[in-house]
């Protein structure tokens, strides 16, 4: 059973508990535990929210006031939720690594442009001599040799 899944009637959520029906009802009306309802409207509680009303009732008596203790069954609320979704996370995370080994492994094509490899894949390089000139020396030189040889 999912901790989270409603289950418990009312009267059965108060005696796991240790309160009084009147308690939950009250407590749900001013949003401190608020249980799942049924289709007909009736409160339905979760083991969760049966550890928070225990939790509930342990601060109370230690004298800890309810919207403090409303307040930090919201952060652990908060902190529950990001750990669930830290954990997704990191299993989405884990699953991508495993799905692209060494995806992340780039080498210069043929033409200057980047290639992604495979882990362990290397390009054939090329033996050919390529001379590179900056623009305008290229621009210049062929102008150069268009206009033929200039006289002085």
Same mark, same amino acid.
Do not use: A, P
């Given at each position: 059973m999912d901790a989270d899944s409603p289950v418990f009637a009312i009267a059965v959520a108060a005696e796991l508990a240790g309160m009084h029906p009147q308690t939950l009802r009250q407590y749900d009306r001013i949003g401190l535990v608020v249980p799942g309802r049924t289709r007909g *409207? #009736?409160?339905r509680y979760s083991m969760r929210d049966i550890e928070q009303l225990r939790e509930v009732a342990q601060l109370s008596s230690e *004298?800890? #006031?309810l919207p403090a203790i409303a307040r930090l069954l919201d952060l652990e609320?908060?902190?529950r939720m990001l750990r669930r979704r830290v954990s997704e996370l990191e299993g989405s995370l884990r699953a991508e690594r495993e799905n692209r080994p060494g995806v992340r492994v780039f080498a210069a094509g043929a033409t200057g442009q980047v290639v992604t490899l495979p882990s362990g894949r290397r390009i054939r390089r090329s033996t050919e001599v390529v001379l590179w000139h900056p623009r305008g020396a290229a621009d210049a030189s062929d102008a150069d040799q268009e206009s033929g040889p200039r006289e002085g």
């Open positions: *409207g #009736s409160r *004298g800890m #006031s609320d908060e902190v």
